[in-house]
């Protein structure tokens, strides 16, 4: 059971990048996915999320019309698609697989009494947005 994630790289401010989280060993789409970063000196955020169900998307307020998250199931993979990139984005991201009844922003969540966390996550990928 893995979870890689690829994609990242150096780019310019206003450029764009995808990123991709790819899974083996077992079936992305029973899971929700969200993507975290982690800048140096700072704690872990929560960037975006995609529901396992309905495929519902959510994203931290300072991405919100810059990042898509999206499935391809055929492909067992979930990207996430950056444009307008800016300085502050730079960080190293990583992917998480959570199964359960939400789509959280949080690494874990407590809800009416049963804690959630990402069961699996990916290695990360660094994201230097720089002129």
């Known amino acids: 059971v893995q979870l890689q994630a690829s994609g990242g790289g150096s780019v310019q401010p206003g450029g764009s990048l995808r990123l991709s989280c790819a899974a083996s060993?077992?079936?992305?789409?029973?899971?929700?996915i969200g993507w975290f970063r982690q800048a140096p000196g700072k704690e872990r955020e929560g960037v975006s999320c995609i529901s396992s169900n309905a495929g519902n998307a959510y994203y931290e307020d300072s991405v919100k019309g810059r990042f898509t998250i999206s499935r391809d199931t055929a492909k067992n993979t979930v990207y996430l698609q950056m444009n307008s990139l800016k300085p502050e984005d730079s960080a190293v991201y990583y992917c998480?697989?959570?199964?359960?009844?939400?789509?959280?922003?949080?690494?874990?969540?407590?809800?009416?009494?049963?804690?959630?966390?990402?069961?699996?996550w990916g290695q990360g990928t660094l994201v230097t947005v720089s002129s």
């Open positions: 060993g077992f079936t992305l789409d029973y899971y929700n």
């Open positions: 998480a697989a959570l199964l359960g009844p939400l789509c959280s922003l949080s690494t874990r969540t407590e809800v009416l009494g049963t804690v959630y966390e990402y069961d699996y």
